[in-house]
């Protein structure tokens, strides 16, 4: 049984100082328990401590920033309309640039696994950087990786990197070799691509499109392996027997429990037990579209960003805004599973 919460308040406390435009991306560290980062359509990269809603520093850009991620607690990585990915340094304010593609750069991702910064573009290309370089001319540059398509969504788990593209391509690497995939994939669902995570304990991949839907996938290719995976509909509602269906923006596992949440722009927040099947919680649905979602390192806090996706053109719409919300586990845990008594 879905436990559901009631009506507004809103799920969690609201932070100050919110991005005045879309919310592209939030995330919190994988050092400390408290900071997130959070970048913007107003040209900002946003460092908050979430636990005390301070906001502890900002990094004004010449244009939207799309994506951000942490280096550690004292540095991240931005990346933006303008082709470029950039370091922020959080101690001094300052950044330095790591290089550029020649569109829009959609993700970036840090790997701890290689000490590199990943990043994938609309050009078609995924770059992969040694962040010690210099700034200047593509110092840093370790190497480019032609794509089917346009980068749509990265995910790292150890050495294993999942790049979803549009036209619904999914490509699996290993990163300490990239001259390849390890796998070509297409995604299993109808329509495009909207985010891909992989799962915390590095078995695959879950895959949501703006069509509704969730797939989890499983990197191990043989037939017992392929025989796990599936996908099912969510963030959607009907009223007169008409059905709308939801673009799917974010998917964040549970870093303890391996459940999951999917954002959706019926501005609902769900939480889902992947192993059984089964939806375990509904939060209040928030103002506008989820946008992006983010769990604490340790599970605790759960940070929601509530902004418009412009699903439906250029529209009034409630401010952009970022919830965090204490969580409980009666919300993540996986319940475990009733047999019938034996008669």
């Given at each position: 049984?879905?436990?559901?919460?009631?009506s507004?308040p809103?799920?969690?406390r609201?932070l100050?100082?919110?991005p005045s435009?879309g919310?592209t991306n939030l995330r919190f560290?994988?050092?400390?328990d408290?900071?997130?980062?959070?970048?913007?359509w107003?040209?900002?990269v946003?460092?908050?401590?979430a636990?005390e809603?301070?906001?502890r520093?900002?990094?004004?850009?010449?244009s939207a920033?799309?994506?951000?991620?942490?280096?550690d607690?004292s540095?991240?990585?931005s990346?933006?309309l303008?082709?470029t990915?950039r370091?922020c340094?959080f101690?001094?304010g300052?950044e330095d640039?790591?290089?550029k593609?020649?569109?829009?750069v959609?993700?970036?991702?840090y790997?701890y696994a290689?000490?590199q910064?990943?990043?994938?573009?609309?050009?078609k290309?995924?770059?992969?950087?040694?962040?010690?370089?210099?700034?200047?001319?593509?110092?840093t540059l370790v190497?480019t990786?032609l794509?089917p398509?346009?980068?749509?969504?990265?995910s790292?788990v150890?050495?294993r990197?999942v790049v979803?593209?549009?036209?619904?391509y999914?490509n699996?690497?290993?990163l300490?070799?990239?001259s390849?995939?390890?796998?070509w994939?297409?995604s299993?669902?109808?329509?495009q691509?909207?985010c891909?995570?992989c799962y915390?304990?590095?078995?695959g991949f879950?895959?949501s499109?703006?069509e509704?839907?969730?797939?989890?996938?499983?990197?191990d290719?043989?037939?017992?392996?392929?025989?796990?995976?599936y996908?099912?509909k969510c963030?959607?509602?009907?009223?007169?027997g008409?059905?709308?269906v939801?673009?799917v923006?974010?998917i964040?596992?549970?870093p303890?429990y391996?459940?999951f949440?999917?954002?959706?722009?019926?501005?609902?927040?769900n939480?889902w037990d992947?192993?059984?099947?089964?939806?375990l919680?509904?939060?209040s649905k928030?103002?506008?579209s989820?946008?992006?979602?983010?769990f604490?390192?340790d599970?605790r806090?759960l940070?929601v960003?509530?902004?418009?996706?412009y699903?439906y053109?250029?529209k009034?719409h409630?401010?952009?805004?970022i919830?965090?919300?204490?969580?409980?586990?009666?919300?993540?845990?996986?319940k475990p599973?009733v047999y019938?008594?034996?008669?």
């Amino acid at each position: 049984m879905t436990v559901i919460m009631p009506s507004p308040p809103y799920s969690g406390r609201e932070l100050s100082n919110s991005p005045s435009d879309g919310i592209t991306n939030l995330r919190f560290s994988n050092h400390s328990d408290d900071l997130l980062i959070v970048s913007s359509w107003d040209k900002s990269v946003r460092l908050y401590d979430a636990r005390e809603n301070v906001l502890r520093g900002e990094f004004k850009k010449e244009s939207a920033v799309l994506d951000c991620c942490f280096h550690d607690d004292s540095s991240g990585f931005s990346a933006g309309l303008d082709a470029t990915v950039r370091r922020c340094l959080f101690t001094s304010g300052k950044e330095d640039i790591l290089g550029k593609h020649d569109a829009p750069v959609r993700c970036v991702e840090y790997s701890y696994a290689s000490g590199q910064v990943i990043s994938g573009s609309w050009d078609k290309t995924v770059k992969c950087w040694d962040p010690r370089g210099t700034s200047g001319k593509e110092h840093t540059l370790v190497g480019t990786y032609l794509q089917p398509e346009r980068v749509y969504s990265l995910s790292l788990v150890g050495n294993r990197l999942v790049v979803a593209t549009a036209g619904r391509y999914v490509n699996v690497y290993d990163l300490r070799n990239m001259s390849k995939p390890e796998q070509w994939r297409e995604s299993s669902l109808k329509y495009q691509t909207r985010c891909v995570r992989c799962y915390p304990n590095g078995t695959g991949f879950g895959l949501s499109s703006v069509e509704g839907r969730v797939a989890m996938e499983f990197f191990d290719l043989s037939e017992a392996g392929q025989t796990k995976k599936y996908a099912f509909k969510c963030h959607r509602k009907t009223e007169d027997g008409k059905d709308t269906v939801y673009p799917v923006n974010s998917i964040a596992f549970h870093p303890i429990y391996g459940t999951f949440a999917t954002g959706g722009c019926d501005g609902f927040v769900n939480v889902w037990d992947g192993n059984n099947k089964k939806r375990l919680f509904q939060y209040s649905k928030y103002p506008s579209s989820i946008a992006a979602l983010s769990f604490s390192r340790d599970g605790r806090m759960l940070a929601v960003a509530s902004s418009y996706t412009y699903e439906y053109g250029n529209k009034p719409h409630e401010p952009d805004a970022i919830f965090v919300r204490d969580v409980k586990d009666i919300e993540v845990k996986p319940k475990p599973k009733v047999y019938p008594t034996p008669v």
